[in-house]
């Protein structure tokens, strides 16, 4: 198999990822203190807890679109030209869906 280490990588990421994404969820559920000081804490501790369930929620989509990649062969290919993403690139960010001259141009 072509990307087998990427694919191990992704998977690891990905079981990393489902609890972390559960607990921020769990304690976001969880009711708000009474005493207003702890209540105040609270809502501004949630509100960095609300940015890192959106960063993971988004790498999450990221990793199991490599992973659907990798499952239909166009893993490493960019999304864009379809020239072969570099083994640098994809080493640094196997979750890349485009190359880098791709990347830049659209950044």
């Known amino acids: 198999m072509k990307y087998s280490g990427a694919r191990k990588e ?3 990421r990905l079981e990393q ?3 972390q994404i559960g607990k921020i969820e769990a304690h976001l559920a969880s009711p708000l203190e009474k005493d207003s000081q702890e209540r105040s804490l609270q809502l501004e501790n949630d509100e960095v807890l609300e940015a890192l ?3 993971a ?3 999450l989509v990221q990793i199991r679109g490599a992973l659907q990649r990798l499952d239909d062969g166009t893993f490493g ?3 864009r030209c379809r020239e072969p993403i570099s083994k640098a ?3 640094a ?3 890349a869906e485009l190359c880098i001259q791709c990347a ?3 950044s």
Request: hydrophobic residues 40%; proline residues 8%; negative net charge.
């Open 57 to 59: 929620r988004k790498e």
């Open 17 to 19: 990822l489902l609890p």
């Open 10 to 12: 992704l998977t690891a």
């Open 104 to 106: 830049e141009a659209e």
């Open 53 to 55: 369930d959106d960063a």
């Open 93 to 95: 960010l196997p979750t």
């Open 89 to 91: 690139r994809l080493a």
């Open 77 to 79: 290919t960019c999304d």
